[in-house]
């Protein structure tokens, strides 16, 4: 029972009992000032205990002194030789729950002194003693509080040797999960090296030109490499150990990553997404992008592993706060749904639907756990709602900061004309998914403020156009397949056509219609609208322009041989001049002879390890102090582990397995720093 409870029963008790006294009290004609004591103290009992002061200590030990001071008064009367019993007793069970076995021995003791004063009034009263039966009753009386006071203080030891035992049971429940969380940690962070090697070692023989094999070596990497960082997230987050590392963001490249992300992992033809980006969400925000590209990742794969057919939506908007905004995600789909049952799983552990060994859905089973753990250290929330049969709705809320509050998508100029969304409504087989994209038009239309026409059919289309000045029109590729001609023609006049298709699709020859790759969404709409024609490459594997890194000179240390053969093969395709270095003592000794423009430092190596190796060049003067860049390479990406070694000297971390994109983005930062280093390399 809650201790707050526990005590309110008690002064019930006690309040009932001291009602009884006050009435018996006055009738008998006993002391006339004690009633009011007893009401003073039962009304102070009751302020204390609904204002919750003082503490819960003290005012126990104040219930329990009141209680002597009544049960003393009740038992000192010559009338209450056999009624004492039933109070003592009374006592002794009611305070017995407190669980102070001092408590105990005080009433016992408290008793003995009631007994002695009524045997002076029985030694004054001989006749009394005559009575045997009286004799007797005393006798019995005197053993039953006894044997009641035995047994309290027994209950006692056992409810403690209980509670002590709940609690080492605890502890070492605790020190399980902690070994284990431990274990997962060490696991993950150890399988980083060689899953490194495969990744880059796979890339290498990819540049080679053996393609399908290295194509499948990569692929099982890349999803070795997401379910290591699962387990690593997952025991950050049970171990309460998350730690946010914010930057800036552009809104629409996270939504373009994360439909590139969904396109290269999920191949399932009868499953489409459907993104639906408010336009009014701030062009630049700033939080910790990388875990908020991990929830888009979890709850997007939780969808797609439960749902056969039909689709998903994807929308993304934010509500106005005086911190910034709350950015809003919603994830629908069209699945199996959850049950109740399922969905308090999600949100207080572990969690995966189908546990059978043969399941057809991957994963560990982590994701959602993993998504709450991220969202609640970002002081926002997570609400799920299902039905089984009907799908999922999973809403995420997290607060983000606004570096610039210009609306992500806009116009350059005002449309002067109409667009048409063309979609025949009989092709879905799921109705949920033609509703998907009706409101996916419908919010873009509001968001951009322009007219948008829906036509179902050819015969909606070419009487709109009649009506309408029709400057665009944006279907799918059953749609144009159905008339390819007619939208060929079309598209050779001033109306802009667009398909949005699946990978490999061609149109007719000599035609300009403009083929966006699925799923469709507001960004290359956007793009469409203000650049017609000229929108150029709308594929999410655009060129994006590396940085210039040729004649850099690069020194790798790292303790594992193929992890230097990795990077090597990495960095050589930049026109980075490489050289090699198996530990930090090595280094020392290379740095010593030549002068490199930047030193990728592995952190745990034998001996000397990378953050000493590091302090140790800057201090002794054996690298520049304010030319060589150094970059922490490392499997130690931990929540932290960043600012770890930034703060430690580290110009940039990349983690384990090399990610070339990271390596770029690093490279661009220090890059300015980099071109200052004079020389010509040679000391």
Not at 182 to 188: K, Y
Not at 210 to 223: L, N, P, T
Not at 435 to 440: A, E, G, K, N, Q
Request: charged share 25%.
């Amino acid at each position: 029972m809650e201790r707050s409870k526990l005590n309110q029963f008690i002064i019930t008790l006690l309040s009932l009992s001291c009602i009884g006294l006050t009435i018996e009290s006055i009738l008998m004609g006993w002391e006339f000032w004690v009633p009011p004591l007893i009401i003073f103290g039962i009304a102070s009992i009751w302020i204390m205990h609904i204002t919750g002061r003082p503490s819960e200590d003290i005012r126990e030990v104040y219930y329990f002194v009141f209680t002597m001071f009544t049960v003393l008064f009740h038992g000192v009367h010559a009338t209450s030789l056999f009624d004492s019993v039933a109070i003592v007793a009374l006592a002794l069970f009611a305070f017995s729950f407190m669980d102070h076995i001092y408590m105990m021995n005080l009433f016992m003791l408290e008793y003995y002194v009631i007994l002695i004063v009524q045997l002076f009034y029985i030694h004054r009263k001989d006749d009394l003693w005559s009575d045997r039966l009286s004799v007797s009753r005393i006798i019995l009386h005197v053993i039953a509080v006894f044997f009641i006071y035995l047994s309290s203080v027994r209950v006692i030891q056992i409810r403690r040797d209980s509670r002590e035992s709940e609690k080492e049971k605890d502890r070492l429940l605790e020190a399980n999960a902690n070994d284990v969380d431990d274990f997962l940690s060490n696991i993950s962070h150890e399988l980083r090296t060689p899953v490194n090697v495969v990744n880059g070692m796979s890339d290498l023989l990819i540049k080679k030109g053996q393609f399908d094999e290295a194509y499948a070596i990569k692929e099982a990497g890349v999803r070795l490499t997401g379910q290591i960082d699962d387990i690593q997230d997952y025991t950050e987050v049970k171990s309460g150990d998350v730690f946010l590392e914010e930057e800036d963001y552009t809104s629409t490249r996270v939504i373009r990553d994360v439909v590139k992300s969904f396109r290269m992992n999920h191949d399932n033809d009868e499953l489409e997404l459907v993104v639906d980006i408010d336009a009014a969400v701030p062009s630049v925000m700033r939080g910790d992008i990388k875990k908020i590209h991990k929830i888009f990742r979890h709850i997007l794969s939780n969808a797609v592993k439960f749902t056969r057919h039909g689709g998903i939506l994807l929308r993304i908007y934010t509500e106005n706060k005086d911190y910034g905004v709350n950015l809003c995600i919603e994830v629908r789909d069209t699945g199996s749904g959850m049950s109740r049952k399922d969905i308090y799983m999600a949100s207080h552990g572990l969690y995966q639907a189908n546990k059978r060994r043969d399941r057809s859905s991957g994963g560990v089973g982590l994701g959602l756990s993993i998504v709450y753990g991220f969202v609640h250290s970002m002081g926002g929330f997570v609400k799920l709602e299902s039905t089984r049969a009907e799908g999922t709705v999973v809403k995420i809320t997290v607060p983000q900061k606004v570096v610039d509050s210009t609306p992500c998508l806009k116009l350059k100029s005002f449309c002067d004309g109409d667009i048409l969304f063309h979609v025949r409504p009989d092709k879905y087989k799921v109705p949920k998914l033609r509703d998907f994209y009706r409101t996916m038009a419908l919010n873009l239309a509001a968001g951009i403020r322009v007219p948008l026409y829906q036509a179902d059919s050819i015969g909606e289309v070419k009487n709109l156009m009649e009506k309408l000045n029709v400057k665009y029109i944006f279907m799918g590729e059953e749609e144009y397949l159905d008339n390819a001609e007619f939208f060929d023609k079309i598209s050779r006049t001033d109306v802009v056509v667009a398909v949005s298709a699946t990978e490999g699709f061609k149109t007719g020859g000599g035609s300009k219609v403009i083929v966006m790759p699925k799923p469709l969404y507001a960004y290359p709409v956007i793009r469409v609208i203000n650049e017609g024609r000229e929108v150029g490459n709308l594929e999410f594997t655009e060129h994006v322009e590396r940085p210039d890194l040729a004649g850099i000179r690069a020194l790798v240390v790292d303790d594992e041989p193929m992890n230097l053969v990795v990077a090597c093969g990495l960095f050589n395709d930049y026109g980075i001049v490489t050289s090699t270095a198996g530990s930090g003592k090595a280094a020392i000794e290379m740095c010593l002879k030549e002068q490199y423009d930047v030193i990728f430092m592995d952190h745990m190596m034998p001996e000397m390890d990378g953050v000493e190796a590091m302090k140790l060049l800057k201090t002794r003067g054996i690298v520049p102090e304010h030319g060589t860049v150094f970059v922490a390479l490392t499997a130690n990406v931990v929540s932290g582990a960043k600012e770890m070694f930034i703060r430690e000297g580290f110009d940039g971390v990349v983690g384990k397995p090399i990610n070339i994109n990271e390596v770029e983005s690093v490279m661009t930062r220090v890059l300015p720093k980099i071109r200052m280093i004079g020389g010509d390399g040679k000391r």
